[in-house]
Each structure stands twice: as C-alpha cells, then as structure tokens.
C-alpha cells in the first residue's frame, strides 16, 4: 500500500529483514496524512507481531529504589504506563530513513498514528524545550508516549539556560504524570546523543531533578533508561553517588 501511495512498485526478492527495513523506510519519510482503515488494521497487526518478538519487558519486577530504577535495553520493549520520547520541536519524528535515533525507533514502533497525532496537536508550530505533549503509544507495550524537545548543546558546554532547558524536560513529564494518574514513566538519555549534551553531566542533573520532584508524586515509579553502556556507568555512579 506505501508503495502504491508513492507511485512505485514493490521490491521483489527481498529476506524478511529487507522486507522490514523497506517498510520501516517507507513510513519514516512518509508526511503525516491520513491513512486507510485497511492500511492501519494491517500494520497494527504486524507492528504488534514484532512488539511480540522483541519481547515486552515487565517493568512491575525491577529492583526499585527510592522509587527508582535503572534499566539498560530498548525503551520501546516496556509496558510503562509512560515512555519519554527525545523528540524535535516540530514532534514529526525523524524523517531519515532507518535511522537509530530513539525519536525513528519509538516512531517506527509505535505506528504512523504517532506523527499523524502530533501534527494535529501541532499544527506546523513548534513545542518549546522543557515542555512536552502526550500522545497514545498505539503498538507499543507501553500506554503512552511523552514527547519532549531538549536542548541543543553548543561545544560540549551547556549554557545555565541548557541547564534549565533539560531541568524542564524531566520536571515536566513527572508533572504531566501526576496529572495523569500514571503510575510508572520510563525516561531516556535527553539531549545526549545529536543535541550533544555531555553523557556525565546530563544524568548527573536528571538524577538529581528526579530526586527533587519525584516525592511529589507519591505513587509514581521512574526507570531511567539507557542504551549505551556509557550511559549505564554514568548513571549507576550517579544513582551510588547521590543515594550517600
């Protein structure tokens, strides 16, 4: 159907995972416009088939301290009330094809819905950093998705505004699910990647801002979760070093 919609024909000849990947292309560069009830019942049903395979992580049974947690693995593998989304300011998700970055992953996982939400919440404006937007989390083991933008870190050295820039970025999202009634909220690395905030110094601030605010909150549980094994170190010291 993607292929019909852009005028060309279906690639023949291609492994499962080639099959995968040109899917997954197609609909990272799709726009966000409506799509059929046809088109949606059969990607919901394969995008759930590989939420399956990839195995949903049950986040009921980690260890919790202090009503925290730290997790290292793909954000979109757990059944979180919420998930944190490092997304631009225009929330379209990332257009590049293929593309690893949590804002592609989430998106590819979740379904097209996510961008086509976003853009009706949007409406070709843009979400200032530190604030964030919910939208339905569609195919993921999860509820909810929380899109938030981070700042942009110029040189490795972030201003006092960067700083409070991704203050914001967590406080926000715990107070939008103390809104919400939401009882566990998994937050990524923000800003760490592309946006170029140093690895060490970021966990160190979402560590401290979640320990500040989360007694606010008395039923919610944070995962923080990370991919890259720098970031697991950086976050275990932290966690050791701020729990003293």
Known sequence: MLC??????SPENLTDRQNAEYFRALCNV????PANDEFLTLQDRYLTAKSMERGIVDVTRFAYKDSMAL???DITRLNSEAIVNACNS????CFQPLHNCI???????AGMQVRRDCHNIMQGSQLPNGEVVVTSAYNLPC???FHTV???VQNGQPS????LDLTNCYRSCMEKAGEMGIDSLALCCLSTGVYGYPKDLAAKLAIATVREWLPRFSDLKIIFTVYLDADKTHYERELSRQAE
């Open 150 to 152: 981070g700042p942009i």
């Open 30 to 33: 799709r726009p966000p416009l």
């Open 4 to 9: 019909r919609e852009k005028g060309v024909a």
């Open 160 to 163: 006092e505004k960067d700083m």
């Open 71 to 73: 997790w290292q693995g």
């Open 90 to 93: 225009a929330l379209l998700g």
């Open 143 to 145: 509820r909810f998705i």
């Open 103 to 109: 804002d592609n992953v989430i998106h590819s996982n």
